[in-house]
C-alpha cells in the first residue's frame, strides 16, 4: 500500500536518494527543499519549500501544504561547521541549532496531527556525533547529541498515541557533507572504506516497513573499516 511520506533536505544527498527510492516502489514523496528549484529532477508528488534555519517559517509552510495525513516523516536536512570551540562564533551556533535541532522539533510538532491520524513514524537521520563528541565536534556533536534527546522524549509521549520514532546513526558515508567535514578537518577520505549513500537509504526506507508490531528505536551504521577522521601530518 502507497504511504505517503516527508522527506527533509531532498535536493541532495541521502534525501534525494530516499525521494528517489520510495517514490520507486510507489510512495507519495513530499519533499522539503529550501527552494523550488533544489528540487528540479527529485521525483515528488508535493513540494514542502522552507528553510529550516528560520524555523518561525514552518507553520505557514506546513499550512500551505495541508498534510493531513502522513505514514511518515524522515528528518534527514542538516548543517556541519567543524572547528574548536575558540573558532566557534555565536553565528554559527545559532545557525546549527535552528537547522539540526529546532526546525525537526517544530516541524514534528506540526506534523503530529497528520502523524497520529497515520500511527506514523518518525526518523530522525542523527549521526555517530550524537553518541560521541571529538575535538571541533562542538556545535555539530551539541546539536545531534540534542537530536537523540528529542526522539527520545517524543517516543515516550507519543507511544500510547501508536507513533513511532527511530533514530539512525550513520556513521563514515558517502555524502556531500561528509567530503566538506573532511575537508574542513584537513583528513583523507577515502570512498572505498565508506557506506554508499543508497546503502543507507536502503536501510531506512526498510526501517519504515517493520511490522506493526515493532520498533526499531535506534539503529547505528557504519561501513566495515572506516577511515578514521583525522588532520594529515
Given at each position: 500500500m502507497s504511504k505517503t511520506i516527508l522527506v527533509t533536505g531532498a535536493g541532495r544527498g541521502l534525501g534525494r536518494t530516499l525521494a528517489e527510492r520510495l517514490s520507486a516502489r510507489g510512495d507519495r514523496v513530499i519533499a522539503h527543499a529550501r527552494s523550488e528549484s533544489a528540487l528540479e529532477r527529485v521525483p515528488h508528488a508535493q513540494a514542502l519549500v522552507a528553510d529550516l534555519a528560520e524555523p518561525e517559517?514552518?507553520?505557514?509552510?506546513?499550512?500551505?501544504?495541508?498534510?493531513?495525513?502522513?505514514?511518515?516523516?524522515i528528518h534527514n536536512a542538516g548543517?556541519?561547521?567543524?572547528?574548536?570551540?575558540?573558532?566557534?562564533?555565536?553565528?554559527?551556533?545559532?545557525?546549527?541549532?535552528?537547522?539540526?535541532?529546532?526546525?525537526?522539533?517544530?516541524?514534528?510538532?506540526?506534523?503530529?496531527?497528520?502523524?497520529?491520524?497515520?500511527?506514523?513514524?518518525?526518523?530522525?537521520?542523527?549521526?555517530?556525533?550524537?553518541?560521541?563528541?571529538?575535538?571541533?565536534?562542538?556545535?555539530?556533536?551539541?546539536?545531534?547529541?540534542?537530536?537523540?534527546?528529542l526522539a527520545d522524549a517524543l517516543r515516550a509521549e507519543e507511544r500510547p498515541n501508536g507513533v513511532r520514532v527511530t533514530s539512525v546513526f550513520p556513521s563514515h558515508f558517502d555524502t556531500d557533507m561528509q567530503r566538506s567535514v573532511r575537508e574542513q578537518y584537513g583528513s583523507d577520505y577515502d570512498v572505498a572504506r565508506a557506506t554508499s549513500v543508497d546503502s543507507v537509504a536502503k536501510t531506512i526506507v526498510d526501517l519504515l516497513g517493520v511490522p506493526a508490531d515493532m520498533v526499531v528505536n535506534e539503529l547505528r551504521i557504519e561501513p566495515p573499516n572506516p577511515l578514521p577522521i583525522q588532520a594529515r601530518n
Open positions: 517559517s514552518l507553520a505557514a509552510a506546513c499550512a500551505e501544504a495541508g498534510i493531513e495525513r502522513l505514514d511518515a516523516v548543517i556541519a561547521h567543524v572547528a574548536p570551540v575558540t573558532e566557534q562564533s555565536l553565528e554559527w551556533w545559532q545557525r546549527t541549532l535552528a537547522v539540526n535541532v529546532t526546525a525537526p522539533a517544530e516541524l514534528t510538532r506540526l506534523l503530529l496531527p497528520a502523524l497520529r491520524a497515520a500511527r506514523g513514524h518518525v526518523v530522525f537521520v542523527n549521526s555517530g556525533a550524537g553518541l560521541s563528541a571529538g575535538a571541533k565536534w562542538s556545535s555539530y556533536a551539541a546539536s545531534k547529541h540534542a537530536v537523540k534527546a
